[in-house]
């Protein structure tokens, strides 16, 4: 992928990311609509995986088919709300390898705190797909993404659900390597952190907490 920032405008993003701003949604439905929406961005953030060709036999003919080539790529959820865009991705893609960041927002400051991190082995043979639903201020993000680096990856995409102007020049300045997908580039962060218009807490919105 060229560009840093990718806005996915297809139709059936666009709705059911409609449905999922909509603060009437009830839980059970975000967190479906989460689902079905990561399969329709995976498609995107997947879009220039490498093939190779295997020779195969069809009922009616051996021939030479593509198939995915090197290493299995790996899905990097930020917790807690990454695994909602997460478990869309692993419908389509289940042999991938998976790590988790765990970060939380410090309320005060708005910088990322480190408490969890596990993340499979050999990330630089690896495309690394890093997903959170929210690129807000993209503290959290670069610090994910600081990480990641850190620990060899070298092909990694960010992809998110909603992005915040701040949040995609933060990350822009800090990895301009790291190519975006998102499927809305919204207005601005109010004065708490949070994207408007945006729709809420996106881990709140998917577990039912507050």
């Known amino acids: ?42 498609y995107e953030v997947t879009r220039e ?21 090197g290493r299995k790529l790996a899905l990097v959820s930020i917790l807690r709300a990454g695994n909602g865009l997460l478990d869309g991705m692993l419908d389509l893609i289940p042999s991938a390898r998976v790590g988790f960041v765990g970060l939380y927002r410090d309320e005060e400051t708005l910088r990322p705190v480190q408490y969890y991190c596990k993340l499979p082995g050999e990330l630089a043979d690896r495309l690394v797909i890093a997903v959170d639903p929210m690129l807000a201020t993209g503290n959290s993000s670069v610090a994910a993404i600081d990480l990641l680096k850190k620990a ?30 998102t499927a809305a580039l919204d207005e601005k962060l109010n004065d708490k952190g949070y994207i408007v218009p945006g729709l809420g807490d996106a881990g709140d919105r998917m577990y039912g907490t507050k």
Do not use: W, Y
């Not at 995986?49 to 080539?69: G, N, R, S």
């Open 1 to 42: 992928m060229t560009q840093h920032l990718t806005v996915v405008n297809h139709p059936l993003v666009q709705h059911k990311l409609t449905l999922m701003r909509d603060k009437n949604t009830p839980t059970a439905v975000f967190r479906q609509l989460l689902r079905e929406i990561s399969h329709l961005l995976a």
């Open 152 to 181: 060899g990856a070298t092909n990694i995409r960010f992809m998110c659900l909603l992005a915040a102007p701040e949040g995609v020049a933060r990350m822009k300045e800090a990895h301009p390597d790291v190519p975006v997908v």
């Open 49 to 69: 995986l490498p093939m190779t060709m295997e020779e195969i036999e069809t009922p009616l003919k051996t021939m030479q088919a593509p198939v995915l080539d």
